[in-house]
């Protein structure tokens, strides 16, 4: 096992966990707190899960995802010209697009539950959990070589 297994690895457990977690939330946090909870009480679950979540996502998440995927790419030669290029740099370019959309969805996500706005702060969230799903797609589409 070498020092790029171990970054590779928690590059790929750090991704596991936050789309893990999203479908954990998604299908088996809301469906049961819609069933078992009254609105104040599931509100207030799920604005504690959702902050939890986030700061998840701000100190340990996203760190790790920028830090090994910049170290990642280093050790692989990719260069900006790189990630224009067919196969590996187009793949790799469209996944680091999609990541910056679902980032930015997430945020969304964070600012309109805490604003009240309910329908935008869920479109947000399938918006962000879809493109999780597309992110880890990419990844796995990634060559080998």
Known sequence: MTWWTVVRFAHVLSAALWVGGQLTVSLVVLPLARRLL???RRGQVLTAVGRR??????????????????ALAWRKGVTWASLAEP????????????????MAAAALHGWAAGAGRAAFARAMAVTSLVGSVGVVLLATALPAT
Do not use: H, N, S
């Open 87 to 102: 196969g590996y740099g187009r793949i790799l370019a469209a996944k680091l697009v999609l990541f910056c959309a679902v």
């Open 38 to 40: 009254d609105d104040q």
């Open 53 to 70: 979540f986030g700061m998840f996502t701000g100190a340990v998440f996203l760190p790790v995802q920028l830090a090994t995927g910049v």
